[in-house]
């Protein structure tokens, strides 16, 4: 039977409502299980945020309305793993990837992506290898690893202290960090008095500590994550060091004060690329959003997350098309306002003018001071 538009109009019906939208999946990635699922999650969550309110304004692509949906992966913050979800998201023919948390899940997953000719905005990944590799749909939207390191070597060597001892987690992340401080550190005067590396699945640091504690360091720079930082502070306790702690954006955590307890405290520091989220122009009013969606309080990542996806979506729209080797040139040419701030890259895919901020703990949480 021929249902003609006038029909359907009697029936209260418009050519809208029978036109069926165009699905376009995003993927993102990170640990949504184990000891990182918290932040994974935050990223999920910020993503998630993102393309519903994307569907609630309504976008529509070359003549046709469509509807965002998001495929999400856990990479157990694994190299392997990741590239296997990577491969994944590839064959179910997402349209863009926001992810992954730990760079050494973005690196090799950014292979598969480049190969498959989808985009990829990490909103957590800081080693600067990622946007190194002259892919040409790799971006971030946080600042890189040589901003962070030397926002924590200089902070370290001219305010801590001039002796300084780094331990790294041997990540991507880690490492990547930690060399970047260590040359920041001798570039601000100081000493690194030793350097020594645990694993991201450590838990006793005593052997590690015991001789840091023998070279009678000023500052103890740990770069990895907040699962080991914790601890780490505990054992720090322990042995009776009484060196001030600084950490990245890993370890930059309100988990970290949970496994920290008591052994946390105006002595600790860390520090997060970007402002801080009551500072960042759109931050108070996601906030509010994204407590009300999800009920549950922003880590770190989840506005990076949001304005990545975001920069996916606008460059669509600047594109007017969801294909990716029409719309990825696109993504290097955004400039919107974020939640983070101005949201625009450079020509390695780096976010522009990547701010740190330096935190202290205070009054049971971290309090930003530089």
């Known amino acids: 039977m021929k249902i003609t538009l006038v029909a359907l109009a009697v029936l209260g019906l418009g050519a809208s409502a029978v036109q069926a939208q165009e699905v376009v999946k995003l993927g993102t990635a990170a640990p949504l299980t184990g000891t990182q699922s918290h932040l994974g999650k935050d990223i999920e969550n910020g993503v998630r945020l993102a393309v519903e309110e994307y569907n609630a304004k309504g976008v529509t692509l070359g003549g046709k309305k469509v509807k965002f949906e998001v495929m999400a992966e856990d990479d157990a913050a694994d190299p392997k793993t990741a590239t296997t979800v990577a491969q994944r998201l590839v064959d179910a023919g997402v349209k863009g990837v926001v992810g992954h948390l730990n760079s050494g899940a973005s690196i090799p997953a950014s292979r598969i992506y480049n190969e498959g000719g989808v985009p990829q905005v990490s909103p957590a990944s800081t080693n600067p290898r990622l946007t190194q590799q002259n892919f040409k749909s790799t971006f971030r939207t946080i600042a890189n690893d040589v901003q962070q390191g030397l926002g924590i070597g200089k902070y370290a060597a001219t305010v801590l202290g001039k002796k300084v001892a780094i331990i790294d987690d041997r990540t991507a992340y880690g ?14 005067g100081g000493t690194v008095v030793t350097r020594e590396f645990t694993s991201d699945k450590a838990t006793d640091f005593l052997a ?3 001789r840091i504690k023998g070279k009678t360091p000023d500052v103890i720079v740990y770069s990895g994550m907040d699962t080991q930082g914790g601890p780490m502070l505990k054992q720090i306790k322990q042995l009776g060091i009484n060196a001030k702690f600084i950490t990245g954006d890993g370890g930059c955590t309100g988990e970290i004060i949970k496994l920290a307890g008591d052994a946390i405290g105006p002595n600790a520091y860390c520090t997060q690329p970007g402002l801080p989220l009551d500072k960042m122009p759109g931050g108070k009013d996601f906030n ?16 990076y997350a949001y304005d990545a996806a975001s920069a996916i979506i606008e460059a669509m729209k600047a594109a007017n098309s969801s294909d990716p080797a029409k719309y990825a040139p696109a993504i290097g040419k955004v400039n919107f306002p974020g939640v983070i701030g101005t949201v625009a890259f450079d020509a390695k895919g780096d976010i522009k003018d990547g701010a740190v901020t330096v935190y202290q703990f205070k009054g049971g949480k971290w309090e930003p001071v530089q």
């Not at 490492?175 to 601000?188: H, I, N, P, R, T």
């Not at 509010?288 to 506005?303: C, E, S």
């Open 288 to 303: 509010a959003r994204f407590k009300k969606r999800f009920n549950a309080d922003v880590q770190i990542y989840a506005p």
């Open 208 to 210: 590690i500590l015991t």
């Open 175 to 188: 490492q990547g960090l930690a060399d970047e401080v260590d040359k920041a550190v001798k570039a601000s």
